[in-house]
């Protein structure tokens, strides 16, 4: 490959993945603690929410074909439950099920998903940096940080692929290529509904930023193309479930409150007291949020985590690690001078065994049961 460097985040991401998935398909009865014995591949195929995207995949929102072949996963829900899952994954997944059966289409999905997140991290930090050393540390680091990021990726997540369209968005914005950008940003709000953050990103440097309004507006054009394409998708599924506002009505997927909600008690997706965590995570982000915005002041990338960061501040919702993902690589830019350093790469190296032994655990227990699988296959 002419470009080492990307190679190696390469060879390590397809590596990680295979790592991980290894004992599933072993089914040991101790791998470093961990029971495998009682699961399978099958098990990587239930985690949430690649079942709900595998079904898209397959019925494109029709409610008949849902309604007929899915009730296991719907579960007394309305098929508009699925309007909460945008098309960009299922989109990849539907190419490969033309080859293969559901399950194994889904799982080459993710591979695919994990070269382009590996491709994206690269691209984007190479774009910041201009030092190719830098860019694959950065990237490395992502592939594991934080860890929720490992557990995320190797299963039927969306994240990989937002990240990737994200950054990439991000990137060719930063490089002037505006085109590139919206396009990006288009494929990003079709695969998760933050997507939309980019546009408001844009408008809000767009409309900061110094110049005529005649190239202004000429610049700001293409960009409009991410909120049309949401409305499309809006729009159709309007066709499919009768209403414009279908992911709206879900219930369940928008815990937007008031800042730190996620500390009040009676939420549905907040339970216990264990929640220290989440105060270092919002530290990471308010640094990240300053420190990028000081870098880069009035870009889109600047913009973009501090509108992101104030999001996931304001999600009532546990797993507020996972709504991080995304603006974990750009935080990342801020330490990409320190992570040549031999001490932090050995304590790294170190903390990759229980990134692992933390994923696997995780993916153990976060699935759907599936009673019949001849309408998956």
Known sequence: MKNKHLGIVLVVTILSVIGFWLPFKLQPTNWLGINFSHTGMNRIVQNFDGINFLIVAKT?????????????????????????????????????????????????????????????????????????????LVSLFALFFPARMLADRVVGSNEPLFIFLLLMSLAFNYQKKDWLSAIMGVGAVLTRSPGILLFAAYFGSWLMAHGSWRDKIKQFVPYLLIPLSLLALWTFYGYQFGSFWAYFQVGGNLNIELPFSVFESGKDWVSGIWNEDLIYLFVLIAVGIAGITKKYKNTGVAWLITLYGVFVMCVAHRDLARYSLPIMPIILLLGADYLNNKYVKIGVLILIVPIFMYAWQFVLANYQPIMDWANYL
């Open 60 to 136: 494109w929102y029709n409610p008949k074909l849902i309604e007929a072949n899915y009730q296991d996963v719907l579960s007394g829900r309305r098929p508009l439950y699925f309007s909460a899952h945008y098309p960009g994954l299922p989109a990849v997944i539907s190419i490969f099920d033309q080859l293969t059966t559901g399950p194994n289409a889904l799982l080459l999905a993710i591979l695919i998903s994990n070269l382009l997140l590996s491709t994206g991290l690269y691209y984007f930090s190479f774009a910041f940096t201009k030092d190719k050393t830098k860019a694959m």
